[in-house]
């Protein structure tokens, strides 16, 4: 019977290891070869189209708008720098006309005067180039306020700023077929955020993004014919207020793009490539689908044949654990039976006892002495009988058992040398198919937890192996995640 499990256990493992080898291996193509054979896929297959992916991410890309950073709060600080440069220049030629009229508030009556032209002609080379101070100057002699002129210079900078200025489209090149999607956002330096990425924005034509030398020009137009100054003046406050954003953009259509491919269907029996085809990178990324699918059905059957072997080892173990109590109730058994039959000692006389007179009559010549010699001798070799059977069999017990415990550690380890040269195995076989990390990462994940389940399913001698393949499974998963963190696939 132990002659039969063991060639049962031997063919089991001839099987698991004559299995990969009946498995014909997939021809190694290269981009460009040509197919020599016809390559059918057994079971259905999902594969990625290259070429349909790369147009399809084309196309969604450009549905993803160049994005503009606009800074609206530009126009209000402008207009308060406007405010602020006609305050302190009126406050000054106030100051400086009453000093020319001796002290006096100038009035209304001073206009046209010679202290008045000569006054405006010595304070305009102190303030900026094109400032109307003749025109502004008549304002505020007037005594109209600080308010005076900025209604007229402010209107024309409000609706000039409220559009986006990029400093120069030559710089800073926009798509000129393409609108634009001009984002707010709080300063030039802050990019927006998830959400305004997302939602935020408006879209335009990318023509009414004005450069700065255009809305300077839209400013000074809009001044009629004589206030050419002030036109050139309200134009020096125009600045830019928003910053075309490549990179943001290609941010933006990476994120769009993630995920997005085009899955070609093969049916179980359907010809991958045919005898005569042109290998591209169609055909490679089909072959590459179907070698990891064959890969890894030759591992779940090696693994089935694994779990195959050691359920055959498993009862095995258990016939003999059961013929080794067997045994061990027989020895006691014999023991309890040898020490519960009578006992043939003779016991010692005592000096001076004799046998009664008709007794030693009976007895010829010195049989007496005789007798008493062959039961003494015949004593001493039963307790001798005895012992030799007691330390016989609980030798051959202790050697039994200690030999059996010697195999199964021999057997563990051997099963955890196996199982780390299955997972070498496995990570071989998973980078020569560049599979990606995360991948690689899932596959040992559903390996552990397959191995859990059979632990809980396994008795306490297959519980050591199943955990030792655990322990090796999950220090592949660490080495696997710290290679993650340093960006290695």
């Given at each position: ?63 993803v708008h160049f994005i503009v950073r606009h ?99 030559t710089d800073h090149p926009l798509p000129a ?313």
């Amino acid at each position: 019977m132990v002659m039969l499990r063991a060639f049962i256990v031997l063919a089991a493992f001839l099987a698991t290891v004559a299995l990969p080898l009946r498995s014909e291996p997939l021809p190694d193509y290269k981009l460009g070869d040509v197919a020599s054979e016809d390559v059918v896929t057994p079971v259905p297959l999902l594969v990625v189209n290259p070429e349909a992916s790369e147009a399809l991410k084309q196309k969604v890309a450009l549905q993803v708008h160049f994005i503009v950073r606009h800074t609206p709060e530009t126009a209000g600080e402008i207009e308060t720098e406007l405010r602020a440069s006609l305050s302190q220049a009126r406050a000054a030629f106030i100051t400086a006309f009453q000093a020319v009229l001796d002290g006096r508030a100038p009035r209304p009556t001073d206009l046209d005067t010679p202290l008045f032209v000569a006054t405006v002609r010595e304070f305009t080379r102190s303030l900026p180039k094109n400032f109307p101070l003749e025109k502004l100057a008549a304002l505020w002699v007037r005594g109209l306020g600080e308010d005076a002129g900025l209604q007229e210079l402010g209107q024309p900078l409000r609706e000039v700023m409220a559009q986006p200025i990029v400093g120069s489209r030559t710089d800073h090149p926009l798509p000129a077929t393409q609108p634009v999607r001009v984002i707010p956002v709080k300063s030039a330096t802050e990019p927006p955020s998830a959400v305004e990425l997302e939602n935020g924005g408006v879209v335009m034509p990318s023509a009414r993004v004005l450069s700065l030398w255009r809305a300077r020009r839209l400013v000074e137009t809009h001044f009629a014919s004589g206030n050419e100054d002030m036109g050139r003046f309200a134009a020096g406050f125009v600045r830019a207020n928003a910053y075309p954003d490549a990179a943001l953009t290609e941010v933006a259509r990476a994120q769009r793009m993630d995920g997005v491919t085009v899955n070609d269907t093969y049916e179980a029996a359907q010809v991958v490539v045919r005898k005569g085809q042109t290998i591209d990178r169609k055909a490679l990324s089909a072959l590459a689908v179907l070698r990891e699918k064959s890969m890894i059905g030759t591992l779940q059957n090696q693994l089935q044949q694994e779990q195959s072997v050691a359920g055959l080892i498993d009862r095995q173990t258990q016939w003999i654990a059961a013929g080794l109590g067997l045994m061990v109730v027989g020895v006691m058994v014999i023991l309890w039976r040898l020490r519960a039959r009578p006992s043939t000692a003779v016991v010692p006389l005592p000096s001076g006892f004799s046998l009664p007179v008709s007794e030693q009559r009976a007895l010829p010549g010195g049989a007496g002495r005789e007798w008493r010699d062959r039961a003494l001798m015949a004593e001493q070799k039963v307790e001798r009988t005895h012992e030799a059977i007691r330390s016989g069999v609980l030798g051959w017990m202790r050697e039994k058992i200690m030999r059996t415990l010697f195999r199964h550690r021999a057997e563990l380890l051997s099963s955890q040398q196996k199982a780390e040269a299955e997972m070498r195995e496995l990570e071989h076989r998973l980078e020569q198919l560049h599979t990606p990390l995360q991948d690689r990462i899932c596959a040992y994940e559903e390996r552990i937890e397959q191995l859990e389940r059979e632990l809980a399913a396994k008795g306490e001698e297959n519980r050591e192996l199943i955990g030792a393949r655990i322990s090796v499974v999950r220090q592949q998963l660490r080495v696997e995640r710290e290679r993650g963190q340093f960006g290695i696939n």
